[in-house]
């Protein structure tokens, strides 16, 4: 059987001063809060390799922390470069999928950040 | 006298088998002239390779003529083969419209061997072809083709060496022979990136990659680097091959790459004394992938002496005979992966394309 459809963004853009904008190609629309972002990296600075247990401390990222630009990798993910110079993450359309679902609720009505780890 | 508007009409009717739309429709009709009796139109095909061009051109001529009034139709095919939709961001090789990695799970399946003989096919159709050999480990491009000479230094870049109307760029171009490599990933990243943006390649229709075996740097490389068309996967038809094929097809999936299509090599053996078949790895078994894996066949090769004579004078088979069974498989083959990019190409147009705006 050929694979259903994936996750993948149609359109990715700012919202507000440094939040970003994600709209899916199943039509929903999903707000990423920068410090959320920046706390998600999935690279093997922020997160065990071997563990999967999240190294990034929370108390070491600064609190204005924000994305300063969005690079698309291939056609399966985009890297974000944060204006706290760490730019190594590579965020997959399956991560960003999975922490919409972790944001849990219509993304116009979070405001504030939740920790995901 | 015929109106434009009959002659459209009757066209709509034919179908473009692959595309399932008419070539009206398509906007494969060109150049549409009515004089008096006489109507003379193009139609311009996504592919110089492709396979139903003889039963299209006849098609069109049968529905034009049958309109009254009509005496004389001239159909003139011809192909325009369409870009990949542009991705966002830079793009390394803006000239190039079709990038097509070959790749497989398992080494020895005769990767090289089929990306070659594609390539030289696709040329032969009158495609601008280009053919990077991106198997570091082993670059065996250089003698299936029989190049001697090395790519030159032109005004921009590398040069690539142009063999049976493709151009070729190899690693092997660029070691001593028997020099083994022995790199780390960022090495063999790096050598994909030079070899994408510091080539030459021009205006190519299509660029075909032979890959390394396997799920690892080059593969993950050209998928962050490139848009890439879509990805043929090459296996032997035994089990265990198709096993590690399934890899393969997971790693492209993973990275979103689409699946062009399974080619089965070394299919079966025709006895060249008693003419008998043996499917000495099996038979069928990439057919049966192909429809678990939901991913189209594009074809079956023999094994056959022939090409391996032919890989190794570095005379393509598909050349020197281009009457036996081998060329006419990879030919057959050559054109149904053209159809699938066609396909392929169609179906991304129709989806809305990434568009990052921060």
Known sequence: MPPPTKPAPVEITRAGDRDVQIRWNDGRTVVYPARFLRMACPCDHCVDEMTGRRVLQ????????????????????????????????????EWLSHLAAELGQPASAVTTPNNPH | MPTQEQVLTALRKVMDPDLHRDIVTLGFVRDLKIDQGKVSFSVVLTTPA???????????????????GVDQVTVDMRSDVRP????????????????????????????????????????????????????????????????????????KGIRP??????????????????????????????????????????????????????????????????????????????????????KA????????????????????????????????????????????WGVPLLGRIPLATGIRIASDSGRPIILDEPDSSSARAFLEISQNLAAQISIQNMKETAEPALKISF
């Not at chain 1, 994305?67 to 965020?91: K, M, Q």
């Not at chain 2, 780390?184 to 660029?207: A, T």
């Not at chain 2, 699946?259 to 038979?283: A, V």
């Open chain 2, 84 to 155: 990949a939709p542009p991705p966002p961001g830079l793009n390394l090789v803006p000239g190039v419209r079709n990038i097509v990695p070959v790749g497989s799970g398992k080494g020895g399946v005769g990767k090289s061997t089929v990306s070659a003989n594609l390539a030289v096919a696709l040329a032969k159709s009158g495609a601008r072809v280009g053919l990077m050999d991106a198997d570091v480990y082993g670059p065996s491009i250089p003698t299936i083709l029989g190049i001697t000479e090395l790519p030159t230094p032109g005004t």
């Open chain 2, 50 to 68: 492709c396979p139903v061009k003889d039963r299209l051109k006849e098609e069109s001529e049968q529905a034009v003529r049958a309109i009254p």
């Open chain 2, 249 to 292: 097809l997971d790693m492209f999936r993973q990275l979103r790459c689409p699946i062009l299509g399974i080619i089965e090599n070394m299919s079966y053996f025709i006895c060249p004394h008693c003419g008998e078949r043996e499917n000495i790895f099996d038979t069928g078994g990439a057919e049966r992938a192909a429809a678990e």
């Open chain 1, 58 to 93: 929370e108390s070491s990222v600064p609190l204005d922390v924000h994305p300063l630009a969005i690079e698309p990798v291939g056609r399966y993910a985009i890297s974000l470069r944060f204006s706290d110079g760490h730019s190594t993450g590579i965020f997959t359309w």
């Open chain 2, 161 to 246: 060496v142009v063999a049976h109307g493709v151009k070729v760029i190899s690693s092997g171009f660029f070691m001593k022979p028997g020099q083994a490599v022995i790199w780390r990933g960022p090495m063999l990243g790096k050598l994909i990136d030079q070899f994408l943006s510091d080539v030459e390649w021009g205006e190519l229709d299509y660029l075909v990659i032979d890959l390394p075996p396997g799920t690892g740097d080059v593969q993950l490389t050209l998928c962050q680097r490139v848009p890439l068309t879509g990805a043929v996967i090459v296996s032997t038809p035994q089990d265990v091959a198709l096993t590690v094929a399934q």
